[in-house]
């Protein structure tokens, strides 16, 4: 999956390498300090007019070829100018651009994320002691809690007890507003009132959920992408409580790719697992539990080393089981065989193959059948696997592969192709990953199915027992950053489909759709209205639909990246909610002033204790003033 810069926002990155004394999994009582911490500003850096003579040659030899003029889904000049310098510098550092960085002095990045912005750096100080809870209560679950990614091993993102009615939703207001620097990657995870959010600049916390005041912060060595997953487990911790979430990106040259359990009530690290190994090693989709293991999907932003002139790709994406008694992995499933070198890039360097088939979303359970379920990533080159942009799925107990049903073949894609150095031969692929999760949906007629959206626009249907395929239906155009991208939801008679369509233009068709996922049968299908846009230029503000959607009975939630989110009857998909987070300000609970939103998009909203929660600000603010800061905000009935 190409991850672009305008789905990368900054995190305040730490330039010098943040490393582990040791992989192994290892006792780790830091974290019950981390809320006596407060977030210093990320150095001022270059100026201006400082950054000007170093960056401008930087950018004309290594980024003009593709910005200026815009080439494929490259932003133009404009469109970066919008973005924050911290964004820029993720995307250089740790995000979709680092190939085109390598080589460069830390100055040098700095100088050149200020000079494509246009602005400096600037992050505001908050202060945890100034927002931080009087009490800590027990965890205590309730039947309105939202564990995970999909609240569910089934994928399908469904709250059955909502705590909400058909009367109360419209009158849902923001009761409290929480900003902080680093991406909104992730979503919330709500176990009775007690709300687990991470972040890329590094930070996790757990927050009230009623008030959003601070129960604590653990610092993590790097940023995390990951929606957590809590659980009780007496006895593997000192409270019984564990969160679990994965690294942002892996740690030292090598890419070394961690998870890490904390203890749900203080933030205190129990332990941390290697998982994996890549220079280019991301853990994107959420993991789930399932009878004592975490299964773990693993991707990579190796899809950007096209401009790398000393060859590539040696990544392939993989599934790992972990052991939560004995914190080991039990197994760990590739997705194509180890990538053996094939040929000499035009300027001499060892290519690489097959590769690619990054898993990007978190994976579906399937109790009956000991499977799990998901799908694969496109391949990074021309050796044919038969496995990426596959539907696949995976024996529980050992990881072997039960079926593999590929839907695009020759889907071999790199960045920056065909100018790249270090591009896959042949025709480039239209870049079709799977990144929404299955569904696995059991009919009126009692069969099961599973279900998956792909950035081809297309939904398919298939036998959970063979990969036998039952029906496909396009959504609209598809397009390397559209179609199906993030998410779908279920209620259970519904199958609901978030498509974006984001670079199909007048061929897009982007909107919320009802299935029949029996037959694929559109119920019914709502473009994203067009309104008035608070974003500092028209070409950060689109009404795309590309956010995961939310469902509980009788309506379904989803956001647009123009910053707004609705609800939808679900028998018809009348909007009976409509709210702009890009509209005002917010005076944040933890201190922050007129804090702006900005777009939603990749997760969804989280229904909870009859509230709901959204991220705003995926890209950064819709408004000027270069703060990476993104603003998570509660909505309940009446804002009380």
């Excluded at 670079?503 to 299908?525: F, H, K, V, Y």
Aim: charged content about 15%; some cysteine; hydrophobic content about 40%.
């Amino acid at each position: 999956m190409a991850l672009r810069l305008v789905k990368t926002i900054a995190a305040p990155l730490l330039l010098s390498a943040l490393m582990f004394g040791s992989v192994s999994a290892q006792p780790d009582n830091a974290g019950e300090a981390a809320a006596a911490t407060v977030f210093t500003p990320v150095a001022p850096g270059p100026t201006l007019a400082a950054a000007g003579p170093v960056a401008a040659p930087l950018f004309a030899s290594k980024c003009a070829g593709c910005h200026e003029p815009a080439s494929g889904r490259a932003p133009d000049r404009e469109q970066l100018r919008a973005r924050t310098p911290e964004a820029v510098l993720d995307a250089l550092t740790d995000g979709v651009m680092r190939a085109q960085a390598e080589g460069l002095a830390p100055q040098q990045i700095r100088s050149l994320a200020v000079f494509v912005a246009n602005k400096t750096f600037s992050l505001p100080n908050t202060r945890l002691a100034d927002n931080m809870c009087r009490t800590n209560p027990v965890i205590r679950p309730t039947a309105s809690s939202w564990n995970g990614w999909a609240n569910g091993l089934a994928g399908h993102r469904f709250q059955p007890n909502p705590g909400l009615t058909a009367t109360s939703i419209p009158k849902l207001k923001v009761k409290w507003a929480f900003a902080y620097p680093g991406s909104a990657y992730g979503q919330p995870t709500v176990i009775g009132d007690h709300l687990f959010i991470s972040s890329s600049g590094g930070a996790i916390y757990s927050l009230d959920a009623k008030t959003g005041c601070v129960h604590w912060r653990h610092d993590a060595p790097v940023g995390a992408r990951t929606t957590l997953i809590v659980e009780h487990r007496p006895g593997a911790s000192p409270s019984g409580w564990v969160a679990y979430y994965g690294d942002l990106r892996g740690i030292g040259a090598q890419g070394v790719g961690h998870y890490y359990a904390l203890d749900a009530m203080t933030g205190a690290q129990v332990w941390s697992l290697e998982i994996d190994r890549h220079p280019y090693l991301r853990f994107t989709g959420s993991p789930v539990i399932f009878r004592d293991r975490l299964y773990i999907p693993i991707s990579s932003l190796e899809e950007g080393g096209g401009s790398t002139a000393s060859g590539c790709c040696t990544f392939t994406g993989a599934i790992a089981a972990v052991d939560l008694k004995t914190h080991t992995i039990v197994w760990k499933s590739r997705v194509m065989e180890t990538p053996h070198p094939t040929r000499k890039n035009a300027q001499g360097g060892q290519m690489y193959g097959p590769a690619g088939g990054a898993i990007w979303m978190s994976p579906t359970i399937d109790a009956k059948r000991n499977a799990l379920y998901v799908g694969t990533g496109d391949s990074y080159s021309e050796i044919e696997s038969g496995r990426a942009d596959a539907i696949e799925a995976f024996d529980l107990a050992t990881g072997q592969i039960k079926w593999a049903t590929q839907v695009t073949a020759g889907d071999n894609y790199m960045s920056g192709c065909p100018r790249a150095v270090s591009c896959p031969l042949g025709a480039a692929g239209p870049d079709f990953d799977f990144g929404a999760s299955p569904v696995l949906v059991t009919l009126p007629d009692g069969h099961d199915i599973v279900t998956i959206g792909q950035k081809s626009s297309f939904v398919y249907a298939v036998d959970p027992d063979t990969g036998r395929m039952i029906w496909k239906k396009a959504m609209g155009a598809g397009s390397p950053l559209g179609g199906v991208e993030w998410g779908m939801a279920s209620d259970g008679r519904f199958l609901f489909v978030a498509n974006s369509d984001q670079l199909a233009g007048t061929r897009g068709d982007s909107g919320l759709i009802a299935l029949n996922p029996a037959n694929g049968e559109t119920i019914w299908r709502v473009p994203p209205p067009k309104v008035s846009c608070h974003f500092l230029t028209s070409q950060t503000c689109r009404n795309i639909q590309s956010a995961a959607p939310s469902a509980m009975p009788g309506f379904v939630f989803a956001g647009t990246t123009d910053g707004r989110i609705r609800a939808y009857q679900a028998r018809d998909g009348k909007i009976v909610w409509d709210f702009d987070t890009t509209g005002q300000t917010y005076n944040t609970v933890n201190g922050v002033k007129n804090q702006p939103g900005g777009n939603i998009d990749v997760g969804g909203p989280v229904i909870a204790g009859s509230m709901v929660y959204t991220m705003s600000g995926y890209v950064g603010p819709a408004t000027s003033g270069g703060n990476a800061v993104n603003v998570l905000l509660a909505f309940s009935v009446d804002g009380k």
